[in-house]
Nanobody, 121 residues
Framework: QEQFVESGGGLVQPGGSLTLSCAAS????????MGWYRQAPGKQRELVAA???????KYADSVKGRFTISRDNGKNTVNLQMNSVKPDDTAVYYC???????????????WGQGTQVTVSS
């Protein structure tokens, strides 16, 4: 089973930018859609962005136009570029893999430790 290691989180001011990275182990990275999820205190984990094997993307309405997901199949990595961040973006961010149509409900991999993003002045 694949494992994921997220990095790049930290404290950022409102309106600032941050880039998150996820390194996936395993040799089947390129066979699955990859996604970034987040979980804020007291809330359920939600899908923020996903990118298919062929590069199609989808985003949660709350981050459209601000976040960009990308993947490098040669390096088994997926990034999330976060621009114009808001306090509501504060959460632990995770990556996972799965199928395009079921990423929201049932990602296939084990959850990593995530990376904390805090947006505050």
């Amino acid at each position: 089973q694949e494992q994921f290691v997220e990095s790049g989180g930290g404290l950022v001011q409102p309106g600032g930018s941050l880039t998150l990275s996820c390194a996936a182990s395993g040799r089947i990275f390129m066979l699955y859609t990859m996604g970034w999820y987040r979980q804020a205190p007291g809330k359920q984990r939600e899908l923020v962005a996903a990118i298919s094997i062929g590069g199609n993307t989808k985003y949660a309405d709350s981050v459209k136009g601000r976040f960009t997901i990308s993947r490098d199949n040669g390096k088994n990595t997926v990034n999330l570029q976060m621009n114009s961040v808001k306090p509501d973006d504060t959460a632990v961010y995770y990556c996972n893999s799965g199928y395009w149509t079921t990423m929201e409900q049932s990602p296939r991999g084990a959850w990593g430790q995530g990376t904390q993003v805090t947006v505050s002045s």
